[in-house]
């Protein structure tokens, strides 16, 4: 979601962007994550490069080569740092990890967890459906469902989940066309196997410890292997709120 709202906001010329992240991210569609460039130094999605910046020099040394600049940053010191004109708290963790309506002259907040004139000046909807990309100005988005998007008749089966505490190993990757039943991996001696047939779109990288049943993978049924590298419907639909939010509140 927070690659979808940057590349977004990139593309609409907003060229100094400042992206946080934990030391270890784990991304399920890595293939279209900035936050890549912490493991790999550099990072490109559909055309944008991101790059990762240690010092505060290396993040205007990425703005003024027109790049995106991604951090370690757990804690969001760097956003009174920057005097931060707009702050997007994109975590999608379902609860407010500490985002406050003070840390910058307009806070958005993605998805159920933020009350809209409390914790932020706009909280923008993410579930899937009609609702989906509303600007919210008061209240909350709708609350969290636990149910994946249905995508191809499919919501639930299309994910992959860890099923015990352990290592995960690979023994299929991102593009690979499966059947259901067929092992994508494994924690330690139990089997990560396929739901449903389908293209792996998402996979995190191997070699991580998970816990029980978090996601680690999401097999997509259209079995496009295009959908892979390309920033998702719903991502695309929420950078667009997120841009919406920023032109209407600087009449822009």
């Not at 706009?122 to 909350?140: A, P, Q």
């Not at 816990?211 to 667009?240: E, M, Q, V």
Request: with cysteine; charged share 25%; aromatic share 4%.
């Amino acid at each position: 979601m927070a690659t979808g709202v940057a590349s977004r906001l990139f593309r609409a010329r907003f060229r100094q962007i400042l992206m946080l992240e934990i030391a270890a991210p784990m991304a399920v569609r890595r293939h279209v994550s900035f936050c890549e460039a912490i493991h790999d130094q550099t990072m490109a999605v559909e055309g944008i490069e991101a790059v990762r910046a240690s010092e505060d020099y290396e993040v205007l040394e990425a703005w003024r080569t027109e790049k995106i600049a991604v951090r370690v940053d757990p804690n969001g010191e760097s956003i009174r740092r920057c005097k931060a004109d707009i702050l997007v708290d994109a975590t999608v963790a379902k609860r407010n990890l500490g985002t406050t309506i003070a840390q910058a002259p307009l806070v958005i907040a993605l998805g159920p967890g933020f009350v809209a004139g409390k914790d932020c000046h706009i909280v923008v909807e993410t579930n899937r459906g009609h609702n989906l990309g509303t600007l919210i100005t008061e209240g909350m988005a709708e609350a969290n469902t636990g149910i994946p998007g249905n995508i191809g008749g499919f919501t639930n089966e299309r994910v992959l989940r860890s099923p015990s505490d352990g290592l995960f190993i690979a023994v299929r990757q991102i593009g690979d066309l499966v059947r259901k039943g067929d092992v994508i991996g494994r924690v330690g001696d139990a089997e990560v196997t396929a739901q449903i047939d389908g293209i792996i779109r998402g996979l995190i990288r191997p070699n991580f410890h998970v816990t029980t049943r978090l996601k680690i993978g999401d097999i997509d049924p259209r079995g496009n292997r295009s959908y892979c590298d390309t920033i998702s419907d719903k991502a695309r639909s929420i950078g667009g709120a997120v841009l919406e939010a920023i032109l209407a509140t600087y009449n822009l």
